[in-house]
């Protein structure tokens, strides 16, 4: 669990309810059903009519990331495929057999299948790398999902308002229904503007940022297994890899 983003979400509600405390209203007055659908529900109808049902459902799947992300230690896959090289120059590429079934990366299996199968270094090479820009893109297409969504959240919150503000110009006869028609109104600002700045465009930002740490450490797995079937010496693949890490 990722501390610092669960953090970071409690803490961005907490400002909205304390900031709303603090100018005098209540938290009661935040609560608008009417803005809750019109911003909401019409982020996700934009949403719906944009994207593709694989990116929607990427995207859904991918939310888990944020405050649960993959490990990334690039020093760690270094020592595997280091190792790796060891086993292959003492018993042959098949010695590396046996690692295929415990490793957990449909990927990373994939890489020691082909190694092991005696393919040649280029086949390796353009087979993983085809399958790391398929996997980049769809992820990045999952990630703008979000982004999309801080886009469209703060033109509904608009819309919401503005519908809000002709409900209040349908009852200027009564004043007493002004001043809470007014409020009312612009809750629904408040929703389209927070949800933006303070969830989706956060969330896909720090998505995009885990796709591409994701990417690096495939590009590492893919040098590391070239290098494995030129026979390079292990150390000399180790400095090699070494140039990936800051």
Known sequence: MDLVSLIGTILAFVVIIVGTILKGSTVGALWNPAAFVIVFMGTIAALLVQNQGKALKQAMKMFSMVYKPPKHQPSDLISRIVGWSEISRRQGLLGLEPQIESEDDSFVRKGLQLLVDGSEPDAIRGVLEVEVDA???????????????????????????????????????DPSKLGHGIAAAFVATIYGVA????????????????????????????????????????????????????
């Open 135 to 173: 996997r980049e893109h769809a992820d990045l297409a999952a990630a703008k999902v979000y982004e999309n969504a801080g886009i469209y959240s703060p033109t509904m919150g608009i819309i919401g308002a503005v519908m809000g503000l002709m409900a209040v110009m349908q009852n200027l006869a």
């Open 195 to 246: 949800l933006a700045n303070m969830l989706m465009l956060p969330i896909a930002s720090r998505l995009k940022g885990l796709v591409h740490k994701q990417t690096q450490m495939r590009e590492i797995l893919i040098e590391g297994l070239v290098s494995i079937a030129e026979g390079a010496n292990p150390r000399q693949i180790e400095a090699k890899l070494q140039g990936y890490l800051p």
